[in-house]
């Protein structure tokens, strides 16, 4: 089994998809679902359309469904970098003793509630929440409301349409079915979700144009983020939708930023100026060292974004749906990567390296060298997802994605001699690439079973498999790994002992997941 679905995952690389989910009024109406929970019965998604709306009626609409399910897990998983059954992503590197331990939960959290308002035909507005809490490790009933979408569109004609807040974002939109309505396999493969967004679609025959632009926020938790507004150029994104029959389409898009980063020694408020001035009157200042200062003291600029090729076929019972993506800090703009810029310094970088061994005075300066860097990630996803009903009441899936990153070199490793020694009484934080190690790559796979004893009533089964590969510092592989300190000008050096490598936690951590529920679907 564990075979097939990996040969899944690699036909996902092989061809290129993508998929429409924003939601649309008066448009024509479509086999394909546009819904961003594909978790409903299948039979549902094409009902309460609005275009039987008489113009300038307002009409209100309950939306959305209760959901409860049962996880387990037989050991560690994360869910954007915090250990979390709700949303999980990917599986944490084992760094204590109870990161073996398997645990479980009962969670009502991830269900939706939300509100449309129309306008006749030409105006509608959007509101949905859950009540998940990703940053949490125990989800309970203090969890707060989160937002999923909040936005308006406006449709002057048949043909066009735009749309202002917080929806599906217009890059990446393809979600692989999935019953976990926190995630959708969220850092495997699918690398797209919300966004703050202004935008417009324009539709001509088949194809159906969209473009906006965005915040480079992302939404992982309910808490605001309010360092978004730092960064004043917003996401650009723009996408092509081709219908060519009403069971299949074809999509592409692409988004771009500049990020802005800096020391945080300076105040970005005030232009790169250092947080305490210094007010000493310096006699020998030079045009050169002023220069220099200000060098030190400015912000970088980082070049982020991707592009993405997906599809979705309906065909009778059976559907399938995939997407291909690749970019460049695409967790810095997104919630869905497995590695945001890296921030370090020279002297780290050297001290990481194979030659973190070197001593004297070469090796002294270089690893005294605090000269900040901003690596740039660039990452490689893919998922795919088939779904067939075999009747009325039964269903079954399965799904497979992979996100890689493709220059690992940049990525920030984790000493061995920072790894926690595994006592159950203490805790690491998970995001600490220094302890943890950067991630390398993240695979996800498993499948799916559903019983839909009514039209609104279903519940589900599904498995996940999911596997993550964690960067080291290079100087512990290998024959470096024995050396203790070596002096190049003297060519004299010291063993050290490495120590058991079934002591030292692994780079590599697999974990199995289950959950067991069900929803039911109240929209009016």
């Known amino acids: 089994m564990k075979h097939l679905f990996l040969g899944l995952i690699c036909v996902v690389c092989s061809i290129g998809y993508r998929s429409t989910l924003i939601a649309e009024t008066n448009f024509k109406e479509e086999s394909i679902p546009k819904d961003g929970t594909p978790l409903y019965p ?19 609409r309950l939306t959305g469904m209760l959901k409860t399910d049962f996880a387990y897990a037989n050991q560690s998983v994360l869910s954007f970098g915090f250990d979390n059954l709700i949303g999980p992503t990917v599986a944490k590197r084992q760094i204590q003793a109870r990161d073996a331990e398997p645990r479980s939960g009962i969670f009502p959290t991830s269900s939706l509630l939300g509100a449309e308002i129309s306008y006749g035909p030409k105006a509608k507005a959007i509101f949905e929440a859950d ?18 979408q909040m936005y308006f569109q406006y449709n002057p004609t048949t043909q066009f349409q735009i749309f202002l807040g917080r929806t599906w974002d217009l890059f990446a939109g393809v979600f692989p079915q999935s019953y976990n309505a926190s995630a959708f396999m969220s850092a495997s493969g699918n690398i797209g979700w919300q966004r703050e967004q202004i935008g417009l679609w324009y539709k001509l025959g088949d194809f159906k144009f969209g473009s906006a632009i965005g915040t480079t926020g992302f939404h992982n938790d309910p808490n605001v983020k309010t360092n978004i507004e730092r960064n004043t150029m917003p996401t650009i994104a723009v996408r092509l939708d081709w219908t060519p029959s009403t069971n299949l389409l074809f999509t592409t898009s692409a988004i771009g930023t500049k990020l802005k980063v800096s020391d945080p ?61 690749y970019g460049t800090n695409l967790t810095s703009i997104t919630s869905s990567g497995i590695a945001p810029f890296q921030t370090t310094t020279y002297g780290e970088e050297f001290t990481d390296s194979k ?9 002294t300066d270089a690893k005294a060298n605090s000269k900040k860097k901003f690596e740039s990630p660039k990452e490689v996803t893919g998922f795919l997802s088939l779904n067939y009903d075999f009747s009325k009441e039964f269903g079954f899936g399965i799904h497979g994605g992979i996100s890689k990153i493709t220059n690992p070199e940049v990525l920030v490793g984790a000493d061995h001699n920072l790894l926690s020694i595994s006592r159950s009484d203490q805790f690491q934080w998970t995001s600490n690439p220094k302890v943890m190690g950067a991630i390398k790559e ?3 796979y498993g499948f799916r079973m559903n019983y839909d004893p009514e039209d609104r009533i279903r519940f589900f089964l599904q498995t996940d498999v999911f596997r993550t590969y964690y960067k080291d510092v290079e100087r512990y592989q290998g024959i470096s790994s024995h050396i203790g300190s070596y002096d190049l000008i003297l060519q004299t050096g010291e063993w050290r002992e490495p120590g058991n490598k079934s002591e030292r936690s692994s780079a590599v951590t697999e974990s199995m997941m289950i959950r067991l529920g069900g929803l039911f679907r109240f929209d009016a």
């Open 131 to 148: 009540f998940v809490d990703v940053t949490k490790s125990s989800v309970g009933a203090e969890t707060k409301p989160r937002v999923r």
């Open 442 to 444: 993240n695979l996800n």
């Open 355 to 363: 030659f973190g061994f070197l001593s004297g005075g070469y090796a």
């Open 265 to 325: 020694n300076t105040d970005s408020s005030r232009d790169g100026l250092p947080l305490h001035a210094d007010q000493s009157l310096n006699q020998l200042q030079t045009n050169q060292l002023t220069f220099s200062q200000k060098n030190k003291n400015q912000r970088s600029t980082l070049d982020s974004g991707g592009i993405s090729f997906g599809f979705v076929w309906k065909q009778g019972n059976f559907e399938s749906r995939g997407e291909i993506t």
């Open 42 to 60: 299948s039979k549902t998604f094409e009902k309460n359309q609005d275009h039987q709306t008489a113009p300038g009626e307002i009409k209100f």
